[in-house]
């Protein structure tokens, strides 16, 4: 049982900056992968960036330069520091977790409830 709480969404001016977070409770193991999604109105939901437990990062090419994600691994608490927002950031952004189990090699996603992000130009 897995449970992630966004925040830090928000109304913004093109060119800001807001920093989400996404705290994880529940039973969690150290190795994990993380990740922030968003989905716009009418749009499909997207991948922004992922990282691992070993700190690795993977970034959607919209992002790169702009957003940073990190994590506190000690607290569970997933980080998204967006930078030099466009309008084309407004969404809903979503946190997620994914742990891969068992012999078989399941994967197990959490996700958050979300936060809206609206940057206005």
């Known amino acids: 049982q897995v449970q992630l709480v966004e925040s830090g969404g928000g109304l913004v001016q093109a060119g800001g900056s807001l920093r989400l977070s996404c705290a994880a409770s529940?039973?969690?193991?150290?190795?994990?992968?993380m990740g922030w999604y968003r989905q716009a109105p009418e749009k499909q939901r997207e991948l922004v960036a992922t990282?691992?437990?070993?700190?690795?990062?993977n970034y959607v090419d919209s992002v790169k330069g702009r957003f940073t994600i990190s994590r506190d691994n000690a607290r569970n608490t997933l980080y998204l520091q967006m930078n030099s927002l466009k309008p084309e950031d407004t969404a809903v952004y979503y946190c997620?977790?994914?742990?891969?189990?068992?012999?078989?090699?399941?994967?197990?996603?959490?996700w958050g409830q979300g936060t809206q992000v609206t940057v206005s130009s």
């Open positions: 997620k977790l994914r742990q891969t189990m068992g012999a078989l090699f399941r994967n197990y996603d959490y």
């Open positions: 529940g039973n969690i193991f150290s190795t994990n992968t």
């Open positions: 990282i691992n437990s070993d700190g690795s990062t």
